[in-house]
């Protein structure tokens, strides 16, 4: 028999119960409902409204068992009994080019991260870029020079691709998407259904820089702050993180939506609650920084080389101890646990021992991030 | 020792030798350079300035043997010996409905087609969205609609997806990038370098179907002609095909610069001369008057389903015949040969006995048509 919620939760996070029941009943097995009538920005912001999209449009049409897992990626099970894993993502994001990388970089990394969500490595990537006539063919040679390094770095090859150029207007500059795919492991299995309570939520590094860096790299701000994107590739901290703790559960990069809206994915495919300790977030301070100038949490700031990752609970130091041995985990940490209650529900833990629920984004602050 | 073209080309397609000789010097062992400094919509087109483009740009950074081979897709050997095709595609078509199909279905079918033509069954597609602000989302319903009709026609599952947002004006509508995978069985080797001379060009239908059906839709040339896109998966056609003709050397749908382009594409590939009979080509009355009036070449213009076969000569007629038995293939037609010179090059043998060499698409009388 399942504690009520009260119950639980007065030996997890301090609610008031009324008020957490409440809460929970609000929250529990809702899925946002597509209300509008015309796409929004918010429809492509990774947060509420784009779930609601993709469940009443895409899987509403597309049904079937890959699609609804709703993961980065899709696993396919050949014929000869391997598994393979694939992802795509379109990029579209705005400047190209940013402090710490472009739209190249981006393009790669972030579909080589959603097959590394998987449990895959990934090795092959697909690009195919929309191109609006009079774009610049030296800028388009710097672009595909910044996927190239990237997916030399990755140790990935691009392997086919597609071009189609429409007309002076039709396209503001450059959208590129790339599809990747990799082989998952022999026995490997990253899902959300082995997610169980008492499991450690690590976070690869630090919240919100890229969102950030691409913001102040707009220039309409007027705050000039030494923030740099994140972009990369983290399949080689994955792989050192499976190899220290082989039970990880589940894998997923907090890019659009940030990493309070990754854990809300978490918490509603899992049916758990996702606790997190505010206290143990890594934020750069030049990034709080900015968030507060511009009154946006980090928690909900994209990210483009970091990932969450749900451990075992007796895994969990030697997985962040792995973690941090590679510099793109220096930051690592441990952010949270997974509870039984409130399902379904992210709740963060702040520094002064109150709780408040962490909802998916809603609207989109920083549009056109990736 | 190699008999001279002039040589050759007396028991093959008559020419005057001087300028079959000065022209196969022109042709020969070149492809096209990058001359631009911006992109135009001849980039775009799929003929002489794509191929620049994409020698020019992405050649030249992402080189590796996938790459190269300058396929429709990809083939991607795994390490438990079984091979997947992977290929990619962006469509921008306008208008997103035309007469027999929409960006929907062409979406799901070009990418099933491309895949197809490596000798593999497609069975898997991701599909990634970039979407205006404001785009009605009851439209996007149907196209999503049309795609899930389409995949479900062509037994593929839609796995993955991916859906961004950019503002009013920074996109046309809606874009949708599709990538393809499917196994190739064992023992299937589709390369232009098993092309030789004597192998026969197969022709899946009739030519233009689909461009002129955009073209029109268009509504401003003022013409009304009963002419509906092709677009299907042609991939029960191919198996059809390889069954009866298992010794298939090479396979390309010729969507975008036509069959013309397509065979160029094949002349290149394999060294080789082209040598297609104009009485032979399949063009349907309609499509033909509606290329009269607007003065394009039939050869030139895009199909979405149907595809070049180069079948080994003994089993061409068997080929053929297989093609014929399924609604897809009921116009298919022998419509050339594999000769050794002019290497490179593509001549039409025309109904008055004459000969023209027949280029690559140049520039781009059709844009968006895909």
Partial sequence: M????????????????????????SFRKRRPRLLDDHITLAHGAGGKASAALVDAVFLEAFRNPSLESLGDGAVLSLPGGERIAVSTDSFVVQPRRFPGGSI??????????????????????????????????????????????????????????DTKVVPKGAA?????????????????????????????????????DHGMAVMLARGDLAIEADIHSDT?????????????????????????????????????ACGCGVVLEEERLPVRPMVNGACELLGIDPLYVANEGKFVAVVAPEEADAGLTAMRSHPLGADAAHIGEIFPEPADTVVLRTGFGGTRIVDMLVGDPLPRIC
């Fill in 232 to 268: 990369a590739s983290v399949s080689p901290l994955v792989e050192l993180l499976l190899a220290a703790a082989p039970s990880t559960r589940w894998l997923r990069d907090a890019t659009r939506g940030g990493v309070g809206t990754v854990c809300n994915e978490l918490a509603q």
């Fill in 104 to 161: 190249g970089e981006l393009a790669l990394n972030g579909t080589c991260n959603d097959v590394a969500m998987t449990g895959a490595v990934p090795s092959w990537v697909s690009a195919a870029f929309v191109i609006e006539e009079g774009f610049r063919i030296g800028e388009l040679k710097d672009i595909v020079a910044d996927m190239a390094a990237a997916a030399t770095k990755a140790d990935v090859q691009i392997v086919t691709g």
């Fill in 172 to 208: 503001d500059g450059l959208f590129i998407t790339t599809t990747g795919a990799g082989v998952i492991a022999a026995g490997r299995r990253i899902s959300a259904e082995s997610v169980r309570a008492g499991d450690k939520v690590l976070l690869s590094g630090s919240m919100g």
């Fill in 2 to 25: 399942s504690k009520s919620a009260g119950e639980y939760l007065s030996s997890g996070p301090r609610f008031a119960e009324a008020e957490v029941i409440e809460r929970i009943e």
